[in-house]
């Protein structure tokens, strides 16, 4: 079939399984399987794809109309303009999370050697993007998951930092509550078991669940991270960590004994940052 052909028919069919977006996953894919750009669709339609190509493709679209995320179809997800391996081991980079980063480095300024540690950092985008942004940071990244861990250290080598980041097999900051970090930054779970009809059908069944669900309230594995910063940062060191606006009051309560807390908004304007100072 023609590549023109091909491509109206895989968007029809993603329509017909309700899939969001479906020229934008359509296209997507086929330059996956194609390992082509955008440019390249659109000006070869009469392209003829090969029996290999077509099979290759019409697998790819049948995970993505059973809800598989096209970034764990592809192995691929961008994040402040770097490239990322995903699997489902690790959640997927999301722009929202590049709000983290955009309240890290302000606030670095000034330090000549920044001690930074990256709680939970599943496919590693924070705490890779902070070594990128920061030559002169000391790096920590800390993950429960081994499979999680594999990856950040793949994504650390695919962009040569790897030397840059010392990792840790931990649960949250264990055995780093060392007292001398400038930073803690974290993407922790954050979402309620009881929210868990209104998070999206794919996050639920492909993602992680640990990294999306902290339990009941939403609020557990953030309750545990918080003494953990208190006891890890230096003083005048600061804690960011995404969060979600269900949880933003609670959030704020538990950092009542902090200096210059503060939750800033994504674009949407929903609270989507938190931040604080150790006294």
């Given at each position: ?11 029809d069919r993603l329509t017909t399984a ?36 077509n099979a290759g493709y019409d697998e ?220």
């Amino acid at each position: 079939m023609l590549l023109r052909d091909v491509l109206n028919s895989a968007i029809d069919r993603l329509t017909t399984a309700h899939v969001g977006s479906p020229r934008m996953n359509a296209e997507v894919l086929l330059m996956f399987v194609l390992g082509c750009d955008r440019a390249f669709l659109y000006a070869h339609p009469e392209r003829q794809l090969t029996l290999e190509e077509n099979a290759g493709y019409d697998e790819a679209l049948e995970q993505r109309a059973r809800g598989v995320p096209s970034q764990y179809i592809v192995g691929h997800q961008e994040f402040w303009g770097m490239d990322f391996i995903v699997t489902p081991a690790v959640l997927i980079p999301r722009p929202e999370t590049e709000h983290v980063i955009e309240t890290v480095l302000p606030l670095v300024q000034g330090l000549g050697k920044p001690k930074i540690a990256d709680v939970g950092t599943g496919s590693g985008c924070i705490a890779i993007v902070l070594a990128s942004e920061l030559p002169q940071a000391e790096i920590h990244a800390t993950e429960i998951s081994p499979e999680a861990l594999e990856i950040t250290r793949a994504n650390a080598a695919r962009h040569q930092l790897e030397h840059r980041i010392h990792f840790h097999h931990t649960d949250l900051l264990q055995g780093l509550e060392s007292g001398d970090f400038d930073f803690v930054v974290s993407n922790p779970p954050y979402v309620g078991e009881s929210e868990e009809d209104q998070v999206q059908l794919e996050v639920r069944k492909f993602e992680p669940r640990s990294a999306v669900f902290a339990g009941p309230s939403g609020l557990e594995v953030i309750k545990r991270l918080i003494p953990q910063a208190q006891r890890a940062l230096k003083s005048g060191g600061c804690l960011v960590m995404e969060i979600s606006g269900t949880i933003a009051p609670e959030v704020q309560r538990l950092l009542s004994g902090w200096k210059d807390a503060r939750i800033t908004d994504d674009l949407q304007g929903i609270p989507r940052v938190a931040s604080a100072r150790k006294p």
